[in-house]
């Protein structure tokens, strides 16, 4: 279907894919919820990032315990996991301190759905900051997750790793306007720079994916599956329509 679209509309590449490279993704004022583009942010910025610098130790599945997390910081960072929990953990805790202070590369750990974390390891995160008389930290910390994550850090029983935290921010959906530039800024990649979607479709689409890039896109693509089923030229709102009671019926 999507070779049967791309030959229909003259696009180059299929249009509201995920497997775009950080130069090509869509820039607007915030990318949070389900869906608000959260690990796309990750990605742009972290390709900013000198290598030469900073190393990358990213976790997309925080559900693999306490221990999973010590053991992937030291594979990143070139080590041999040890077999048992109390000589890990300090492993890890070495391994962070020796890349900073003797390769100059400060360690960026990034954990993905971070909202998925249970207390042990939000408190052996903290633990890991823990550095030089607590003094300093070795490493930066990226927990990016729903806005669940927020709410729990502000429990009583996370206080001391709320109190650690130096920046924070919550991304909230795009505007109509930005969603409208989102459409045309994809469907330009797909190499369709002509108006493509009507001003009624558009407003349709953001009123039902109240401007959470994910939704756009599922509801974008099913509108043009509803446009090449008609035989139609332009996404219009009828188009949006079915593409919402579809998508909707799922």
Same mark, same amino acid.
């Given at each position: 279907?999507?070779?049967?679209?791309?030959?229909?509309?003259?696009?180059?590449?299929?249009?509201?894919?995920?497997?775009?490279?950080?130069?090509?993704?869509?820039?607007?004022?915030?990318?949070?919820?389900?869906?608000?583009?959260?690990?796309?942010?990750?990605?742009?910025?972290?390709?900013?990032?000198?290598? =030469?610098?900073?190393?990358?130790?990213?976790?997309?599945?925080?559900?693999?315990?306490?221990?999973?997390?010590?053991?992937?910081?030291?594979?990143?960072?070139?080590?041999?996991?040890?077999?048992?929990?109390?000589?890990?953990?300090?492993?890890?805790?070495?391994?962070?301190?020796?890349?900073?202070?003797?390769?100059?590369?400060?360690?960026?750990?990034?954990?993905?759905?971070?909202?998925?974390?249970?207390?042990?390891?939000?408190?052996?995160?903290?633990?890991?900051?823990?550095?030089?008389?607590? =003094?300093? =930290?070795?490493?930066?910390?990226?927990?990016?997750?729903?806005?669940?994550?927020?709410?729990?850090?502000?429990?009583?029983?996370?206080?001391?790793?709320?109190?650690?935290?130096?920046?924070?921010?919550?991304?909230?959906?795009?505007?109509?306007?930005?969603?409208? =530039?989102?459409?045309?800024?994809?469907?330009?990649?797909?190499?369709?720079?002509?108006?493509?979607?009507?001003?009624?479709?558009?407003?349709?689409?953001?009123?039902?994916?109240?401007?959470?890039?994910?939704?756009?896109?599922?509801?974008?693509?099913?509108?043009?599956?509803?446009?090449?089923?008609?035989?139609?030229?332009?996404?219009?709102?009828?188009?949006?329509?079915?593409?919402?009671?579809?998508?909707?019926?799922?």
């Amino acid at each position: 279907m999507i070779d049967r679209l791309q030959g229909f509309f003259g696009f180059t590449r299929p249009p509201f894919g995920r497997d775009l490279a950080p130069g090509m993704l869509h820039r607007h004022a915030a990318h949070g919820e389900v869906g608000a583009g959260k690990t796309v942010a990750i990605r742009a910025a972290l390709s900013t990032l000198d290598a =030469s610098r900073h190393t990358i130790i990213y976790l997309p599945n925080p559900t693999i315990g306490v221990r999973g997390i010590h053991h992937q910081i030291v594979l990143a960072l070139g080590g041999q996991p040890l077999v048992h929990h109390a000589t890990l953990v300090p492993q890890a805790a070495d391994a962070l301190a020796v890349e900073q202070a003797e390769r100059g590369r400060t360690p960026v750990l990034v954990i993905d759905e971070a909202h998925l974390l249970d207390h042990p390891q939000l408190e052996s995160i903290r633990m890991l900051t823990n550095h030089d008389m607590d =003094s300093t =930290s070795p490493f930066a910390c990226l927990l990016v997750g729903q806005p669940t994550l927020r709410r729990r850090m502000k429990l009583g029983v996370l206080a001391a790793l709320d109190q650690r935290i130096g920046l924070r921010y919550a991304m909230p959906p795009m505007t109509p306007e930005e969603t409208a =530039s989102y459409l045309r800024h994809h469907l330009t990649l797909a190499g369709r720079s002509d108006p493509l979607f009507s001003d009624d479709a558009t407003a349709l689409i953001h009123q039902t994916s109240r401007g959470y890039p994910r939704a756009v896109n599922n509801l974008a693509l099913q509108a043009l599956v509803a446009t090449f089923a008609e035989d139609k030229t332009i996404v219009d709102e009828s188009a949006a329509r079915a593409a919402i009671a579809e998508v909707t019926a799922e």
